[in-house]
Every structure is written in C-alpha cells, then in structure tokens.
T-cell receptor, first 115, second 113 residues
C-alpha cells in the first residue's frame, strides 16, 4: 500500500506563474517531510523540508505547506522558471517505530515550466 | 568534494549472474542507504546502514546483500540477477538517521536480460 502518494503524474506551468505540487500520506507516524528534485540521469537533490511542528517552511522561491489533519502537503514554487522543470518527489519519515529515519517516497510529479 | 559516488553508471547482466554496485561517500556520513527507482513507484528502500558494521533491511531487500566495513563504502550485491531487478539504483548518505536530508549519488542503471 502506497503510504505517500503524488496523484498528479505531471504538471505544466507558464514561466513566472506559480507551480503547486501536491502530496498525500496515510501513515500518522510520519512527522518529517521532504521534497526532492530530480533531473534526468542525476540523483535526487534535496530541496526543502518541514517538521510536523510547523505548517509552513519557506526557502526563497520554494514554500512547503503541511496540513496534518488532512495528511497533505504541498510545494509552491513562485515564480516558476524553466530551470525548475524536473521530477519532484515528496518523501516522509517517522519519529519512531519501524519507519524511524527511513524515507518513504511518493511516485513523483513531472513539472514542465514553459518559457 | 565528490559527495556520493556510484559505479558503474550502466550495467547489463544476464539472468543468474551476480554483481556488486559500488557506493562511496567522502562526507564522513554515518547513515547510508540503497534505493531502487521503478516507473510509477518512486524510490523504494532496499537496505540501509547506521554505521560501520551495522546494516538492516528496508522495504524491498529480497535478492540483495549489503555490508558496511568502512564509513565510506556501502556496496550492494545482487546474488543471482533476475529480470525483476532491472531498475535504477541510487545510493544515499546523511550524517545521521532521522531529521537529515539525504545526499544521493547519480545512480546505476541496471538491465537484466
């Protein structure tokens, strides 16, 4: 059973507009969430993270929002740039139990930013 | 500073052959892990290590072996390759297990015929 889901396989956005990537999770033990960006033929690169004690974390053009009651997080990119075109993975880990420190990934969303 | 280095980048094997995927990091990270990426499934954890001499299984460990004799190296062994192991394999490392973003290598693309 997929514990972390990214239900949109792809997203297309115009340069300068906002990109919103979504992620849902089912495991209530998850308390640390990360977004990774991946270009073809490269490994994933860490983008931004958020702990469950927060509901928002910002880093430049990237903001992650966490809604614990809905078990939902989203990544906002503003403004979007063509260089942001990549696959974005959402990942989660748990504070304890058998999932402690292990990352569970979503399926990924392909973001295409058009000039 | 090379980060996480994986070799080889590409490999084609025949069913039943064995091979070792190499992973090395130069950041003095204690935590290392192996993932496989398959279409539509994201990355799945195969094995991980919290330090030299300590390894444990992840989500999909069957058919794979690991060892951690040094802090720097974490090789992944395929004992008898099967077509179901055709995938892209990523090695990752971080200072510790838990609240630490992991640093990934560029992957090994493995095809089993």
């Amino acid at each position: 059973d997929q514990q972390v889901k990214q239900n949109s396989p792809s997203l297309s956005v115009q340069e300068g507009r906002i990109s919103i990537l979504n992620c849902d999770y089912t495991n209530s033990m998850f308390d640390y969430f990360l977004w990774y960006k991946k270009y073809p033929a490269e490994g994933p690169t860490f983008l931004i993270s958020i702990s469950s004690i927060k509901d928002k974390n910002e880093d430049g053009r990237f903001t992650v929002f966490l809604n614990k009651s809905a078990k939902h997080l989203s990544l906002h990119i503003v403004p979007s740039q063509p260089g942001d075109s990549a696959v974005y993975f959402c990942a989660a880990s748990a504070i304890g139990g058998t999932s402690y420190g292990k990352l569970t990934f979503g399926q990924g969303t392909i973001l295409t930013v058009h000039p | 500073n090379a980060g996480v280095t994986q070799t080889p980048k590409f490999q084609v094997l025949k069913t039943g052959q064995s091979m070792t995927l190499q992973c090395a990091q130069d950041m003095n990270h204690e935590y290392m892990s192996w993932y496989r990426q398959d279409p539509g499934m994201g990355l799945r954890l195969i094995h991980y290590s919290v330090g030299a001499g300590i390894t444990d299984q992840g989500e999909v460990p069957n058919g794979y072996n690991v060892s951690r004799s040094t802090t720097e190296d974490f090789p992944l062994r395929l004992l008898s390759a099967a077509p179901s192991q055709t995938s892209v394999y990523f090695c990752a490392s971080s200072y510790s297990q838990g609240r630490e973003p992991q640093h990934f290598g560029d992957g090994t693309r493995l095809s089993i015929l």
